[in-house]
Structure formats: structure tokens, C-alpha cells
Nanobody, 114 residues
Framework: VQLQACGGGLVQAGGSLRLSCAAS????????MGWYRQAPGKQRELVAS???????NYADSVKGRFTISRDNAENTVYLQMNSLKPEDTAVYYC?????????WGKGTLVTVSS
């Protein structure tokens, strides 16, 4: 499974960005998908996840501001980020879980200026 993420960039506080991540390869083996982020000097953390059936889970820090969605036909997962805050600045990574392992995409940088 290969994951290609895009959509990061520079945005002012209060603005919005939409990240997308397209999966290719053995996509039939993918179960859950999700977005993680890693800020400078911090550990990677879960932002949001979505199961193959559409059940979602969010970090408390993004609830009400971020929305994860998934297009199974296109093997793509999205992260709509609204009301962005400077503390959302991080490298965002998409991930896809199969029964045997987790695959990671290359990160995309999101910078929120105050």
C-alpha cells in the first residue's frame, strides 16, 4: 500500500485547509485510515481516524473543528480543518491499517500563523 498526501500549506489562524490522501496498491486490504501529526519537539499524535464502515474518532483538541471523511471507491481519505489555530502547526501524516501492518504516507506540512 502506498499513500500520497497533499493539501498542506500556510494559513492564518481561523482559516481552513483540506488535506487528502490517496491510497494505491493493495487497497482492498485497507481497514481503518487516519491522520496523525507531529509538531516540532513533540511525539506523533492521532488527529482523527475513520473505519472502513465510516466510524470516526477525533483527538479532543480538534473535535468540532476537523472532519475526517473517506471515499472508499477512490481509496482516498480527507481531513477538513476549520478554525485553525497556531497550535495545529505540524507535519500531518496519513496512515492506513491492514490486518498485518500500518502504512504511512509522507508528511505534509501545515503552518498556521497567528
Amino acid at each position: 500500500v502506498q499513500l500520497q498526501a497533499c493539501g498542506g500549506g500556510l494559513v492564518q489562524a481561523g482559516g481552513s485547509l483540506r488535506l487528502s490522501c490517496a491510497a494505491s496498491g493493495r487497497t482492498f486490504s485497507i481497514n481503518g485510515m487516519g491522520w496523525y501529526r507531529q509538531a516540532p519537539g513533540k511525539q506523533r499524535e492521532l488527529v482523527a481516524s475513520i473505519s472502513s464502515g465510516g466510524s470516526t474518532n477525533y483527538a479532543d483538541s480538534v473535535k468540532g473543528r476537523f472532519t475526517i471523511s473517506r471515499d472508499n471507491a477512490e481509496n482516498t481519505v480527507y481531513l477538513q480543518m476549520n478554525s485553525l489555530k497556531p497550535e495545529d502547526t505540524a507535519v500531518y501524516y496519513c496512515a492506513a491499517d491492514t490486518v498485518v501492518q500500518r502504512y504511512w504516507g509522507k508528511g505534509t506540512l501545515v503552518t498556521v500563523s497567528s
